[in-house]
């Protein structure tokens, strides 16, 4: 029997992403919990199978697939359940397109987290010594950088502003996209929708009157209500916390 095995902490936007293709599909699995805010993603076990030391990671029969929008191809690709790509190759490139967008705009998302969310509840755990020595072990320069650099108070109001108005573009793009409607390309719902939901549940935790409401981006607003009430986007925000509350934890994992 196929095993299917999810690597993904809480409230990453990327597990959120991959926590939901795999509901939206009905597919079986296995939760490996990584808590970022221990550096699991930075244990030997966890870099054999994700050199990057980055969450999520999908693993299908023993074979490890890195990369949230690779990781909901593949899901949408390999298991049966309703298609979240388009038949229509048009309909599919427009999909890939968004996809890309939200790519494009992660840098800013994690920019901001890293500064107003996650470093606070890092500090609560350890000290600027430690802090600074886990972010010279990240193995990538992207994330040794936002990392070493938040931690060092060096990343500035302006650059914050800066991902802001990224953020503030992509959501222009949204509306203006969602002007046929009801979905992203069109009458189907897409994994240009599951793309973006992490972002748009992180925005609306900050106040999504600043960012859509009935007068500000109507389209958005009335597109994010019925994303929200799906419910494999509820099962996919609203996982444990870091605590693990309900959760069995062994070792690194935790069993759904």
């Given at each position: 029997m196929?095993?299917?095995?999810?690597?993904h902490?809480?409230?990453?936007?990327c597990s959120?992403?991959?926590?939901?293709a795999l509901?939206?599909?009905g597919i079986?699995?296995?939760?490996r919990?990584i808590?970022?805010?221990?550096f699991?993603?930075?244990?030997p076990?966890?870099l054999?199978?994700?050199p990057?030391?980055?969450?999520p990671?999908?693993?299908?029969?023993g074979?490890?697939?890195?990369?949230s929008s690779?990781?909901?191809?593949?899901?949408?690709?390999?298991f049966?359940?309703p298609?979240l790509?388009p038949s229509?190759?048009?309909?599919?490139?427009?999909?890939?397109e968004?996809v890309?967008?939200c790519?494009?705009?992660?840098?800013a998302?994690?920019?901001?987290?890293m500064?107003?969310?996650?470093?606070?509840?890092?500090?609560?755990?350890?000290g600027?010594?430690?802090?600074?020595q886990q972010?010279a072990r990240?193995p990538t320069?992207?994330?040794?950088?936002?990392?070493?650099?938040?931690?060092?108070g060096e990343?500035?109001?302006a650059e914050?502003a800066?991902a802001?108005?990224?953020?503030e573009d992509?959501?222009?793009l949204?509306?203006?996209?969602l002007?046929?409607?009801?979905?992203i390309?069109?009458?189907q719902?897409?994994?240009?929708?599951i793309s973006?939901?992490?972002?748009?549940?992180?925005?609306a935790a900050?106040?999504a009157?600043?960012f859509?409401?009935?007068?500000r981006?109507?389209?958005?607003?009335?597109?994010?209500?019925?994303l929200?009430?799906?419910?494999?986007?509820?099962?996919a925000?609203?996982?444990?916390?870091?605590s693990g509350?309900?959760y069995?934890e062994?070792?690194?994992?935790?069993r759904?």
């Amino acid at each position: 029997m196929a095993t299917v095995e999810l690597y993904h902490f809480w409230s990453s936007v990327c597990s959120v992403r991959c926590r939901m293709a795999l509901e939206e599909k009905g597919i079986a699995w296995t939760s490996r919990y990584i808590d970022l805010f221990a550096f699991d993603q930075l244990r030997p076990e966890y870099l054999a199978i994700n050199p990057k030391g980055v969450v999520p990671t999908l693993v299908h029969n023993g074979q490890p697939v890195r990369e949230s929008s690779v990781i909901n191809e593949y899901i949408d690709a390999a298991f049966e359940g309703p298609m979240l790509t388009p038949s229509d190759p048009l309909h599919a490139a427009r999909m890939r397109e968004f996809v890309y967008a939200c790519d494009e705009g992660f840098s800013a998302i994690v920019k901001l987290t890293m500064v107003r969310y996650i470093l606070p509840k890092l500090r609560n755990r350890w000290g600027d010594v430690e802090l600074h020595q886990q972010a010279a072990r990240r193995p990538t320069r992207f994330y040794q950088d936002i990392h070493g650099r938040a931690v060092r108070g060096e990343i500035t109001e302006a650059e914050l502003a800066d991902a802001h108005a990224t953020i503030e573009d992509l959501l222009d793009l949204l509306e203006c996209t969602l002007a046929p409607g009801p979905w992203i390309v069109g009458e189907q719902f897409s994994l240009a929708e599951i793309s973006i939901a992490p972002y748009m549940f992180r925005l609306a935790a900050l106040g999504a009157d600043q960012f859509w409401s009935a007068d500000r981006r109507p389209r958005v607003a009335e597109w994010y209500r019925r994303l929200s009430a799906r419910p494999a986007f509820q099962t996919a925000v609203s996982w444990p916390d870091e605590s693990g509350g309900g959760y069995e934890e062994v070792g690194l994992t935790t069993r759904r």
